[in-house]
């Protein structure tokens, strides 16, 4: 009974180890290892960047030139224009764009797509609002939809179903040619946007809906019968797997589509333009996606731990200029080998790419096996030694063939067998 007890000890210990030992580590040995932030000068033709070194930001170009602050906004008008049009240093025109301020920043786009977001399930109950109610603001609705096998419709004050309302929207979608389940949707629930795009849903066949509701009648429609006889044949091989709605106030991107094959796609105008967004290393789940435009460009970048790549788009949506980096991920570094080598398994209780609580283990490097080996001959060669080896000794020759670094702390600090 006491092996037992002694075992069950040793086991939760090593759980325990695995998960605080490293993290403490990594609170010591790390340092603040931030990305290159890319930026494109339409004045010089090329990328620029911050680049940081601990606390301290660097600016410069792709060359290595250093550059001090008012320099660098110099170059980057586009980025800078505020700064720029209060110093009266902001250019009239730029390549024969006039650089009027009311379009400088109605023009300014601005997304970013976070691999938490594509990972995280997502509660299915969202308020769809009403794009066209008459009123200056949109405003929240009473009810919240819930959009899976069928639609319903909840009263959010009472929790009870809204029958009439539900069954408007079912004939609605089966009359457009949705086969439910819903798979895929999404949207952007807030009052806070110059106005409401809906959602894009797709259905169990993964073809893709448009959904709105105006003054309180539903819209939906596919979204291939909308587009352009040219990308037609792209909507029906579409395979959504992601769709990011975030309203500009130039209404020209009606989504950003991550589809299973990690390729990202633009959504645009009026005809539902389906643009490739040319990147070659996109991989949604590990990489954040970030969009920035202006009157002449769109600068989308995709950055992970060990790589950033970056296009730069002109207004017709072409490729103009690329740029790619590898980086160092920090399993690459000496702290990073050094951790893989010294602890055989790593515990985390949160997912990295959701936040969901949870088990995920992290192995080590072969070298780890090598280290518990050692750490198991010492062992037992110090209990032969003084004639200790027996079965009650059991958790800890286990602890340590297991563990490792962590089986000996334990062994050091559990009570000794009687």
């Known amino acids: 009974m006491k092996t037992f007890a002694r075992t069950l000890l040793f086991a939760s210990g090593l759980v325990l180890l695995a998960h605080y030992l490293p993290a403490g580590y990594w609170l010591l040995a790390t340092k603040l290892r931030r990305p290159p932030i890319v930026y494109y000068s339409c004045t010089e033709k090329e990328f620029m960047f911050f680049r940081y070194t601990n606390l301290t930001a660097i600016r410069m170009d792709a060359h290595g030139k250093v550059y001090e602050r008012e320099e660098f906004e110099r170059i980057l008008p ?47 109950l969202t308020p769809l609002l009403d794009a066209d109610t008459g009123r200056v603001r949109l ?11 069928t639609i319903e419709f909840i009263h959010a004050q009472t929790n009870v179903l809204e029958r009439e309302k539900s069954a408007l929207y079912q004939s609605a979608f089966k009359a457009a040619g949705f086969v439910f389940p819903a798979t ?17 849903v797709a259905d ?20 291939s019968s909308l587009a352009s006889p040219e990308d037609k044949p792209k909507w029906e091989a579409l395979k959504p797997l992601y769709f990011h709605v975030q309203e500009q106030d130039n209404r020209e991107v009606h989504t950003i589509i991550v589809d299973k094959t990690n390729q990202a796609w633009f959504v645009v105008g009026k005809n539902y333009h389906l643009v490739p967004i040319p990147l070659k290393n996109y991989n949604p789940a590990r990489m954040s996606l970030v969009v920035r435009g202006d009157l002449i460009n769109r600068l989308v970048t995709a950055t992970g731990d ?19 980096e590898p980086l160092v991920p920090r399993a690459a570094t000496p702290a990073g080998k050094l951790a893989r080598a010294i602890f055989p398994f790593t515990l985390r ?4 790419s959701s936040g969901y609580l949870g088990v995920f283990p992290e192995f080590g490097s072969s070298m780890a096996l090598a280290v518990n080996g050692a750490f198991l001959a010492a062992l037992l060669a110090w209990l032969a030694s003084r004639k ?31």
């Open 78 to 124: 586009l980025d800078h224009w505020m700064q720029l049009l209060r110093d009266g240093k902001l250019p009239d025109a730029i390549g024969g764009v006039t650089l009027a301020p009311e379009a400088l920043r109605r023009e300014r786009l601005s997304f970013r797509i976070k691999p938490t977001m594509i990972d995280t399930p997502s509660v299915n």
């Open 306 to 324: 060990d790589y950033v790549e970056a296009v730069v788009l002109d207004r017709n949506y072409g490729l103009v200029d690329r740029y790619t």
């Open 139 to 149: 405003e929240m609705p009473e009810d919240f939809m819930r959009l899976g096998s």
């Open 388 to 418: 200790q080896l027996s079965l009650s000794r059991l958790p800890e020759i286990l602890a340590v063939a297991i563990g490792g670094l962590y089986g000996v702390i334990l062994a050091i600090l559990m009570p000794k067998p009687d």
């Open 184 to 200: 895929v949707m999404g949207g952007n629930p807030s009052t806070m946007k110059p106005y409401d795009e809906g959602y894009f």
């Open 349 to 352: 209780f949160d997912d990295v």
């Open 204 to 223: 169990a066949t993964s073809a893709t809906f448009h959904l709105h509701q105006l003054r309180g009648k539903p819209d939906i429609r596919r979204v």
